[in-house]
């Protein structure tokens, strides 16, 4: 795990320079020039800040899944890129059913009436989206969020604006799943709004256990969750995709696992983004953001260890986009032996141009890759029949590298229509216009 050590001696034998970066202090926020160092197989970011001294933090537990960026010169300075948008987030409401003690948004609880729900007016929304449709050319993935996005009066409007839209790629609800599992007439309303291949949710999954829930939602919602996975599964003819979002802590480290083969069971269930805790919004005085602090091989080594040899650390590469610390991803195929690492079948180095700059890329894609195209053929495999693990680190003051937000694909729209970096926009930091 990771952990803080005041003024680490570098002069140490032991640790070798990896690079430099800007960082932030995190007592006060300020930028602060770091170094990143390799130690006794694991990553520290080392710090110091005039006025509140040296700051240390584990980044990586294992210098294996840290990964040197193409992206940096010698020099340490960035070639030249235009950054790619792989999903364009927006709040469409500032108001949720819940309040989770650890909501990167802050979002204030609503009554439930709708007079007091904070919506975005729709077509404020959809100048938003042109805006970053004619800067960009397109958005691969939009993703609604907020606040809880189903409680936007006109969510179903904005999904015919979204799904019929040729140039956005895929729309994604990220959601708590309250008032889909408990509204049936939202439920069939949204069962009649979905087109198949435009439209999936991104449903808060943070376990099958009991501990760790009240820690990040405040109360127990497995049963909510639950009865929407049985309720999306009806939706058209194979159901409403889901990508589950789970948050890592201590607590449910190692769950994961035992969430991936829950998930393997439903068709409907495409995938796992996995997500360790991070200071932001609500969370930034909550204690889980003081390290030791749960980092990207802190949960491959729980995916690695749980699972059952079915996973090695070359599953589990990072995504050729913007930064390699940014995005963790791997994918299981679910064969008559049971799930299968889809590396046997194919070769992820010649995939990374097939899947480089977006995240919305399908099996024929991949299938372009293989190694044996006659074996993977041969498996007649469809969509429900893979499974996306993606690992998807946040960043807080504590693991704060500039570097990685010049390369941010992961982006939020802002009320002027410009993007921001995700981590950036989030952070609480005063410069940050939102």
Same mark, same amino acid.
């Given at each position: =795990?990771?952990?803080?050590?005041?003024?680490?001696?570098?002069?140490?034998?032991?640790?070798?320079?990896?690079?430099?970066?800007?960082?932030?202090?995190? #007592?006060?926020?300020?930028?602060?020039? &770091?170094?990143?160092?390799?130690?006794?197989?694991?990553?520290? =970011?080392?710090?110091?800040?005039?006025?509140?001294?040296?700051? *240390?933090?584990?980044?990586?537990?294992?210098?294996?899944?840290?990964?040197?960026?193409?992206?940096? #010169?010698?020099?340490?300075? $960035?070639?030249?890129?235009?950054?790619?948008?792989?999903? &364009?987030?927006?709040?469409?409401?500032?108001?949720?059913?819940?309040?989770?003690?650890?909501?990167? &948004?802050?979002?204030?609880?609503?009554?439930?009436?709708?007079?007091?729900?904070?919506?975005?007016?729709?077509?404020?929304?959809?100048?938003?989206?042109?805006?970053?449709?004619?800067?960009?050319? *397109?958005? !691969?993935?939009?993703?609604?969020?907020?606040?809880?996005?189903?409680?936007?009066? /006109?969510? %179903?409007?904005?999904?015919?604006?979204? /799904?019929?839209?040729?140039?956005?790629? $895929?729309?994604?609800?990220?959601?708590?799943?309250?008032?889909?599992?408990?509204?049936? !007439?939202?439920?069939?309303?949204?069962?009649?709004?979905?087109?198949?291949?435009?439209?999936?949710?991104?449903?808060?999954?943070?376990?099958? /256990?009991?501990?760790?829930?009240?820690?990040?939602?405040?109360? @127990?919602?497995?049963?909510?969750?639950?009865?929407?996975?049985?309720?999306?599964?009806? %939706?058209?003819? /194979?159901?409403?995709?889901?990508?589950?979002?789970?948050?890592?802590?201590?607590?449910?480290?190692?769950?994961?696992?035992?969430?991936?083969?829950?998930?393997?069971?439903?068709?409907?269930?495409?995938?796992?983004?996995?997500?360790?805790?991070?200071?932001?919004?609500?969370?930034? $005085?909550?204690?889980?953001?003081?390290?030791?602090?749960?980092?990207? &091989?802190?949960?491959?080594?729980?995916?690695?260890?749980?699972?059952?040899?079915?996973?090695?650390?070359?599953?589990?590469?990072?995504?050729?986009?913007?930064?390699?610390?940014?995005?963790?991803?791997?994918?299981?195929?679910?064969?008559?032996?049971?799930?299968?690492?889809?590396?046997?079948?194919?070769?992820?180095?010649?995939?990374?141009?097939?899947?480089?700059?977006?995240?919305?890329?399908?099996? @024929?894609?991949? #299938?372009?890759?293989?190694?044996?195209?006659?074996?993977? !053929?041969?498996?007649?495999?469809?969509?429900?029949?893979?499974?996306?693990?993606?690992?998807?680190?946040?960043?807080?003051?504590?693991?704060?590298?500039?570097?990685?937000?010049?390369?941010?694909?992961?982006?939020?729209?802002?009320? !002027?229509?410009?993007?921001?970096?995700?981590?950036?926009?989030?952070?609480?930091?005063?410069?940050?216009?939102?």
């Amino acid at each position: =795990m990771s952990h803080v050590i005041a003024d680490r001696d570098l002069s140490s034998k032991n640790a070798s320079h990896l690079k430099h970066t800007t960082s932030r202090c995190p #007592s006060c926020y300020a930028s602060v020039a &770091a170094e990143v160092i390799e130690s006794d197989g694991r990553v520290f =970011m080392n710090r110091q800040c005039d006025e509140h001294g040296g700051f *240390s933090a584990c980044i990586s537990s294992d210098s294996r899944f840290y990964h040197e960026d193409p992206g940096l #010169s010698a020099k340490g300075s $960035h070639s030249p890129r235009q950054n790619p948008t792989c999903i &364009a987030l927006i709040e469409v409401v500032d108001s949720c059913n819940l309040s989770c003690p650890t909501c990167f &948004a802050s979002s204030p609880r609503s009554s439930g009436k709708s007079a007091s729900i904070a919506a975005v007016p729709l077509e404020e929304l959809k100048q938003r989206i042109e805006h970053v449709v004619a800067d960009k050319g *397109s958005i !691969d993935i939009l993703q609604l969020s907020g606040g809880e996005p189903t409680l936007h009066p /006109q969510l %179903m409007e904005l999904l015919e604006y979204t /799904q019929n839209h040729e140039l956005i790629g $895929h729309t994604l609800i990220n959601t708590n799943g309250v008032r889909l599992a408990k509204d049936s !007439d939202f439920a069939a309303a949204l069962s009649k709004a979905f087109k198949p291949g435009r439209l999936q949710l991104y449903l808060q999954f943070d376990g099958r /256990q009991i501990s760790g829930q009240k820690e990040l939602r405040g109360a @127990d919602l497995r049963e909510i969750r639950k009865r929407v996975i049985e309720v999306t599964a009806k %939706m058209g003819c /194979q159901g409403l995709p889901i990508t589950l979002a789970m948050t890592i802590i201590p607590e449910n480290l190692n769950q994961i696992w035992d969430t991936i083969e829950f998930g393997l069971a439903y068709n409907h269930i495409r995938g796992i983004t996995i997500q360790p805790f991070f200071s932001s919004g609500r969370s930034v $005085h909550h204690k889980k953001t003081i390290p030791p602090k749960i980092n990207v &091989a802190d949960i491959a080594h729980s995916l690695i260890e749980n699972s059952k040899g079915i996973l090695t650390p070359e599953d589990l590469p990072p995504l050729p986009c913007g930064s390699p610390n940014c995005a963790t991803i791997g994918y299981l195929l679910k064969t008559a032996k049971g799930p299968e690492s889809l590396r046997k079948y194919i070769d992820y180095g010649q995939a990374s141009d097939k899947i480089k700059d977006r995240l919305n890329f399908n099996l @024929d894609d991949l #299938s372009k890759c293989s190694c044996s195209p006659t074996e993977i !053929d041969s498996l007649n495999v469809s969509e429900s029949q893979t499974f996306r693990i993606s690992i998807k680190p946040f960043m807080d003051a504590w693991s704060w590298d500039e570097d990685r937000i010049k390369q941010c694909c992961t982006h939020v729209i802002r009320k !002027d229509g410009t993007l921001d970096s995700f981590c950036r926009y989030y952070s609480g930091y005063p410069e940050v216009i939102k």
